[in-house]
């Protein structure tokens, strides 16, 4: 019995250790040398892992394939690494249990979903320079990201890179970035002047764009509910893909008076749209731009010429009955009386039932 006892508390010890924190640091002397330093026995046991010396991306492959096998890795610290540039494709994607990382100030370029669905990553300490591009979704669906600092040589950064973060509520900017500035937590590109990224998580209901804002990127707005009301200036120009998309919580937009396009689905899911007037140099409009928006009982365009689209996906209305749109006999269409009879003629447009003249100026 007492054999019994004591084989079963063992096994109980055994079983706290390796579920305990267990840290190890290691040096390389060259690079995609990693493997010979982390045998095989250690490699379920390590949560917390600093790594010093050369590496090279045969090394990040190799950690990679340990940390999804094992998913104990909680904490991995590069940040005294040398010789890697690459952090690649996918190299993370889907790790669980990572918590922390910390990159080398040798990364250059941070590739394709290389954190995507890191869903528990809380803490990223990018490179304080260096770092030059950022790509498509590389940290998508990161939902514990706070906040993040970009180092000030990224120069290119993927405009969904951070789409999904759900608790991102500001970015910094390093001192002496020519490329991009953080006015509020907000992330912007200074030389073509295109607000990149409002912050998921940010819970103001109303956002003025500054004035001087040219371009609103792919995906800027995207998912950002607590949204109600934003003011846009009449710098702005362009509206991207998916600027707006599922921003729930908008109810009337005043697109800017000198916007000339709006991109593909950049209203689609605002579900709480009333209201939405459109500006006057408005010339193109993107494919199902306001799909999914249920609610928009009211539609005021300020230019006597109809704004042209293509016929790939009507901007207003969906054939698909399993997918809300405008309602052709609920929304009011309110045109200039100078161009009444082009409305009433234009593909698309003159599928409004109720199509108003009013006076310009008034």
């Known amino acids: 019995?007492?054999?019994?006892?004591?084989?079963?508390?063992?096994?109980?010890?055994?079983?706290?250790?390796?579920?305990?924190?267990?840290?190890?640091?290691?040096?390389?002397?060259?690079?995609?040398?990693l493997?010979?330093?982390?045998?095989?026995?250690?490699?379920?046991?390590?949560?917390?892992?600093?790594?010093?010396?050369?590496?090279?991306?045969?090394?990040?492959?190799?950690?990679?394939?340990?940390?999804?096998?094992?998913?104990?890795?909680?904490?991995?610290?590069?940040?005294?690494?040398?010789d890697l540039m690459l952090i690649g494709k996918n190299s993370f994607n889907g790790l669980k249990s990572l918590?922390?990382?910390?990159?080398?100030?040798?990364?250059?370029?941070?590739?394709?979903?290389?954190?995507?669905?890191?869903?528990?990553?809380?803490?990223?300490?990018?490179?304080?320079?260096?770092?030059?591009?950022?790509?498509?979704?590389?940290?998508a669906n990161d939902t514990l990201i706070s906040s993040l600092t970009l180092p000030a040589t990224l120069g290119s950064i993927d405009p969904v890179a951070f789409n999904g973060c759900s608790h991102l509520y500001e970015f910094s900017v390093a001192a002496g970035s020519s490329y991009l500035s953080a006015i509020g937590g907000v992330l912007y590109t200074k030389e073509?002047?295109?607000?990149?990224?409002?912050?998921?998580?940010?819970?103001?209901?109303?956002?003025?764009i500054p004035e001087g804002t040219v371009h609103i990127g792919e995906n800027a707005f995207s998912d950002c509910k607590a949204l109600k009301m934003i003011e846009m200036p009449a710098s702005v120009k362009t509206i991207g893909k998916?600027?707006?998309?599922?921003?729930?919580?908008?109810?009337?937009?005043?697109?800017?008076?000198?916007?000339?396009?709006?991109?593909?689905?950049?209203?689609?899911?605002?579900k709480g749209l009333t209201a939405v007037v459109l500006s006057y140099r408005l010339k193109t409009l993107g494919d199902g731009v306001f799909l999914n928006c249920c609610n928009i009982t009211s539609l005021r365009c300020e230019g006597s010429i109809p704004a042209t689209y293509s016929s790939l996906v009507n901007p207003f209305f969906s054939d698909d009955p399993t997918i809300c749109s405008i309602k052709p006999d609920l929304c009011v269409l309110s045109v200039p009386n100078t161009g009444l009879a082009k409305y009433k003629t234009a593909e698309g447009w003159k599928s409004f039932t109720n199509i108003e003249g009013f006076q310009v100026g008034k």
């Open 1 to 33: 019995m007492m054999k019994k006892f004591i084989f079963t508390v063992c096994s109980l010890l055994t079983a706290t250790l390796l579920m305990a924190q267990v840290s190890k640091e290691v040096t390389t002397t060259a690079p995609n040398t």
């Open 35 to 82: 493997k010979t330093q982390l045998p095989m026995p250690v490699w379920g046991t390590i949560t917390n892992l600093k790594i010093n010396g050369p590496l090279g991306e045969g090394d990040i492959l190799f950690l990679s394939n340990v940390a999804k096998a094992t998913s104990t890795l909680s904490e991995l610290d590069m940040s005294n690494a040398t």
């Open 99 to 139: 918590k922390s990382i910390s990159l080398p100030a040798s990364v250059n370029t941070i590739e394709e979903k290389a954190f995507m669905d890191c869903s528990n990553l809380s803490t990223v300490n990018l490179p304080a320079s260096g770092l030059t591009t950022i790509g498509n979704r590389a940290f």
């Open 192 to 208: 073509d002047q295109t607000l990149v990224c409002y912050p998921m998580a940010r819970t103001e209901e109303n956002y003025s």
């Open 242 to 270: 998916k600027s707006f998309e599922n921003c729930s919580g908008l109810s009337n937009m005043i697109v800017g008076d000198n916007v000339t396009t709006i991109g593909d689905y950049a209203f689609s899911g605002c």
